[in-house]
């Protein structure tokens, strides 16, 4: 090994231990703040926790360190960071052109598209979702969180809007990019994106977004 490269694996440990630990400290205060409904429920999240915490900081290091990404790693908060646009970026965006997108992608790739990072409107900011199952007869897809959105209908949940995945849009999203007002210019503090979110982000192909980006974890030891 290297002196170069020595330096190089110690420094992506040293990241990739920041980051769990910053990721363990959000999620056992989050923990500790939800309304337990069961304790099966709590030892089930917190069994979880040190797989997906590892996972997710082992991918966001990789992602960071070979330039996947444009976004910027904050490796003391564990989040992402972009610079954020005056207004909320999905202005330009009209439905029908957002199911176009969707309907050309479900026709083209099918079952390639499981596994695809999509972002969804929701309220004041836009959050990452996983495409996890596709009904191609019903011209609909399901995302893994905030369920089936419709492409030939008006969805009922008018709360959740999905979105075409564009740079500025998915910039947002990882950065948790908050505005007051649609249609006002008025900032508000960015949200942390859950978890899950972050574990997703990393698998966002900056150059396609019509598949998600193959990442293969790097060798860090588990904590």
Known sequence: MTQSSFWQTNKQNNDFAELCNALYEREVHLLANTEMTSIQYMQGRLKSLPYYINKTANLMTQVNEQGHSPLTLDI????????????????????????????????????????????????????????????????RIRTNVSGWFSLIETNVDHSLSLLKPTKKVMLSACAGHRWQDRMKAIKLRPVIPSLRELLISCAIDWQNFKQPLAVNPLPFKAL
């Open 76 to 139: 003391q908060n564990a989040t992402w960071s972009a610079k954020q646009a005056s207004k909320l970026s999905v202005l330009s965006q009209s439905e029908e052109d957002v199911l176009s997108w969707y309907t050309r992608l479900i026709s083209q790739t099918n079952k390639a598209s499981l596994g695809l990072v999509v972002p969804i409107l929701k309220a004041d900011h836009i959050v990452l979702d996983s495409i996890d199952r596709i009904d191609a007869e019903k011209k």
